[in-house]
């Protein structure tokens, strides 16, 4: 039976490592969004700098851990004698490491839009920057939801990496709590108790986004 004094006891520890998780994913989301969109562009646009840049990008942050990215962003600030706490850290490896997956995801679905439509809106006198934002992106973007809620939900389970660097999230209060109470098993299956509610509503959410737009088509 597990001991619920524990989380009794501690629910506020537990409360704020909740809430600091949430903020931490939400930002980590939007932010690896936008770059993941910015890369993805940059690995199909013509011209072949960019097309260097994004893939350079890309395949140096997949093959490289997460824990590493976030080690760098977390020691080299100071190292240049800037200030960095380890909560905006982590959330910025986060961001860094889960853009270059979903800027795959993206380009996968720009590529999925049929060739016409960018020849037919250069023809009708659209810049490639239009084109692409008017155009191709939001098609792109719908054909992508599935990928692109597994990526947000593999952020949310990677979002435990803060905790190696003391960033307040889930694990580094539950890591906290076990030192103080002696206990592991129960500390810990409290705070997956708190991942899956993240990651359940978010999962039943891509599934229903997923079914209007298969709808829709």
Known sequence: MLNFSILIDHWDMYIEGFFNTIKASVFAMIASLVVGTIIAIFRIAPFRPLNWLGTMYVEFIRNI??????????????????????????????????AAFIAESIRAGIQAVP????????????????????????????????PLGNQFLNLVKNSSVLGVIAGLDLMYFGDLISSETFVTFDVYIFVAMFYLLLTIPLSLSVSFLERRLAKNR
């Open 65 to 98: 851990p997460l824990m590493l990215i976030v080690f760098v962003f977390f020691f080299a600030p100071s190292a240049l004698g800037l200030r960095i706490n380890s909560f905006l850290a982590g959330t910025l490896g986060l961001t860094t490491y889960t």
């Open 115 to 146: 060739k016409g439509q960018m020849e037919a809106a250069r023809s009708s006198g659209l810049t490639y920057v239009q084109t692409m934002w008017y155009i191709i992106l939001p098609q792109a973007i719908k054909i992508v939801i599935p």
